[in-house]
């Protein structure tokens, strides 16, 4: 059963005995489903984005299922990843609400328990999405990347230093490249440079190749495949630079230090215990500058 919306609904006292109670899978690739990955053991790019963003203390909230991640923006993202890369399966993949059905009517509660085994959107994204599937099999070099993969692959890979790191990869092609899907409101440089430093996308890129290079894959490129989520639906694929990848590739191997210390030591600290100063960033100091 298509399951798109992964949580880890386990409460424990302490985070070693929840992470002990996960599935282990062995090194390797693994064709499962996306609740079977998030539920196994191993550090995820996501969840060392969480320790770099908030604190060890999130992570351990999160991993608890103590922190929701669902959201509207999410779930469409989540619906139209496999959509785009399902092929003529995606029609089956979920539910469209008539148009105009609200799910806090009467009838809308009513729709929703008797459609409760696919995730819905609504009859305005539904049309968004069909749109935005048309879109990328009719762009040249996103439809040969992605129609040459296997959809949604789990890794599993040991490190070095023995750490089990996993990703979940949009699809594994054959060649060289390594593709991720992504919506967005703008395919635009502008507006996507501003994406890959927000969602840290140089972190994600860094991690996903080398977790390939682990398993011995050769992938050498990370490509972002874009498609705009409004019409006309525009597609664009973008490389990701190697400096950024490079630059990625430190801030991940910070974060895993981080990461093994907690599991070592079984702590898992907040923000600070006394206080910090905070001011504005540098470049608001820098405009403010200019003004005066």
Known sequence: MFKPYPLLHRK?????????????????????????????????????????????????????????????????????HYAILEGNKYKKLFYQRPEGMKLTTKEGKAWLEDHSDKPNVS????????????????????KRVLSSGKPEQSLFAIDDQDTLRKSRLDTLT???????????????????????LRLSYHVRAAYYLDNCRLLNMDKEHFMFILV??????????????????????????????TWRQCLANDEWP???????????????????????
């Open 12 to 80: 424990s006292l302490h985070l070693i005995n929840c992470l002990s109670n996960m599935e282990h899978l062995a090194p390797g690739l693994h064709d499962i489903t996306a609740e079977r990955y998030f539920a196994a053991e191993g550090v995820s790019c996501g969840m060392l984005n969480i320790l770099r963003d908030k604190t060890p203390m999130h992570l351990r909230a999160w991993l608890q299922g103590e922190m929701p991640i669902e959201s509207e923006a999410l779930r469409f993202g989540i619906v139209a």
């Open 123 to 142: 009859w305005e994204d539904g049309q968004h999405l069909l749109g935005m599937v048309e879109a990328v099999r009719r762009h040249p070099f996103a």
């Open 174 to 196: 054959d060649g060289n490249v390594l593709p991720d899907l992504k919506t967005c409101m703008s395919a635009s440089n502008d507006f996507f440079e501003r994406q890959i």
């Open 228 to 257: 705009e989520k409004t019409p006309p639906y525009a597609v664009r694929c973008l490389r990701m630079d190697g400096d950024c990848v490079t630059w990625g590739r430190k801030l991940y191997q910070a974060d895993l230090q």
């Open 270 to 292: 907040g923000y600070e215990d006394s206080y910090s100063d905070v001011a504005l960033p540098q470049w608001e100091m820098r405009r403010i500058y200019e003004l005066i």
